[in-house]
């Protein structure tokens, strides 16, 4: 999907720009080390700041994935249409559908990895090493752990999320909490997609 990749440099560079502020308000010297909470909580910053542009990408993707499943007539050429029509029809608005359902799931996600990632980068750093010394594999091992740690408390709303922006204007007047209220009655499938997501994220990290 091209939609990831045209965002994915302005995405990470806020979402990296949350982290860096996130760990500044919380330490008296630069030097400092986080606790485990504090970690946590850059991720929170992390996930604010990402969302500025995780969202419009969100929305577009998930659109351009229905319409690919979909075997009708084609209403979106691409990312850049789906974003102009989107925007045409319900402003900017539209493009930020979601919000608060793309909250819901970053905020706890993106704090679990941040910790996650540097509790793994302490618990491999030996004795009389710094995190220097680290290679690039324990790194990357660090990383991809965390990546899996992360969606354990992110499937689910990714799953409400999902539904919610790709459903037509109105089907969700009171948004995620009538998604839920929709799917509770149908809780095996919920469950169901639950853990597909769930096995899709891991194998993917």
Same mark, same amino acid.
């Given at each position: 999907m091209a939609t990831p990749i045209f965002l994915?440099?302005?995405m990470s560079a806020m979402f990296f720009l949350g982290a860096s502020i996130g760990k500044r308000l919380q330490q008296k010297h630069p030097n400092d080390q986080l606790s485990n909470i504090q970690n946590f909580k850059s991720g929170m910053m992390a996930a604010l700041f990402a969302t500025t542009v995780m969202v419009p990408a969100d929305r577009i993707k998930c659109l351009l994935q229905i319409q690919q499943a979909s075997s009708g007539k084609?209403?979106?050429?691409?990312p850049l249409d789906?974003?102009?029509?989107?925007?045409? =029809?319900?402003?900017? &608005?539209g493009l930020y559908r979601g919000t608060g359902a793309t909250l819901l799931r970053d905020i706890p996600g993106n704090g679990v990895y941040f910790m996650a990632y =540097?509790?793994?980068? &302490?618990?491999?750093?030996?004795?009389?090493q710094t995190r220097a010394d680290l290679g690039p594999v324990k790194i990357f091992v660090a990383g991809g752990l965390a990546g899996m740690m992360c969606w354990i408390p992110a499937v689910a709303p990714d799953t409400l999320k999902s539904r919610f922006q790709t459903a037509p204007e109105g089907t969700y007047p009171k948004g995620v909490r009538d998604v839920f209220r929709h799917m509770i009655p149908n809780k095996n499938p919920l469950e169901r997609q639950i853990w597909r997501k769930s096995i899709a994220r891991i194998v993917s990290m």
């Open positions: 994915a440099t302005p084609a209403k979106y050429s691409g789906c974003a102009w029509k989107i925007f045409k =029809e319900n402003g900017i &608005r =540097e509790m793994f980068l &302490r618990h491999m750093t030996a004795e009389g």
